[in-house]
């Protein structure tokens, strides 16, 4: 994998935009991860030999106990928490059907959001453009 310029190797991170009736899930870091307290769309990090889609499904499945029945990949971005010497390759998928009800496995806050609420929250750096887009976008069509 090729290093950015600013010589970070990127962190593979698949996310979902898990939808309801207009709104999305958000998900506040809990205290004991990096960058704690910051709202996010859920998800986590790739491991080896995982696509973006498989560790999607086992990162919603670990972390709120929801299968996912249908997704779309949507879009990839980078980027950059220089301060904090590590970048992030986002995988963004809008989840539009899952089965059962998400439970916060890790303790962390969850929030059925629109798109214009969303940004009240404070969400990740990294989640800025995406929020911007989904204001303007609304929900994904069927």
């Known amino acids: 994998m090729p290093e950015s310029g600013d010589g970070l190797r990127p962190i593979e991170v698949a ?9 999305f899930l ?5 205290t004991d991860k990096p ?6 769309f859920p998800g986590g990090k790739l491991e080896a030999g995982e696509s973006p889609a498989e560790a999607l499904a086992r990162e919603l499945a670990e972390e709120l106990g929801i299968g996912v029945r ?3 990949f949507w879009q990839s971005l980078e980027h950059s928490y220089a301060e904090r010497g590590f970048r992030v390759r986002l995988h963004f998928f809008h989840v ?4 059962g009800e998400p439970c916060p496995a ?9 798109p214009d609420e969303a940004p009240e929250l404070g ?5 800025a453009g995406v929020l911007e887009q989904l ?5 994904p069509m069927a």
């Open 15 to 23: 996310a979902g935009i898990i939808w309801r009736g207009g709104r």
């Open 26 to 30: 958000a998900a506040q870091r809990p």
């Open 35 to 40: 960058l704690e307290g910051y709202w996010e």
């Open 70 to 72: 249908e997704c779309r």
């Open 96 to 99: 539009t059907a899952f089965s």
């Open 106 to 114: 890790e303790g962390q806050n969850l929030r059925w959001v629109t």
């Open 123 to 127: 969400f990740l750096p990294a989640d």
């Open 135 to 139: 204001r303007a976008e609304g929900p």
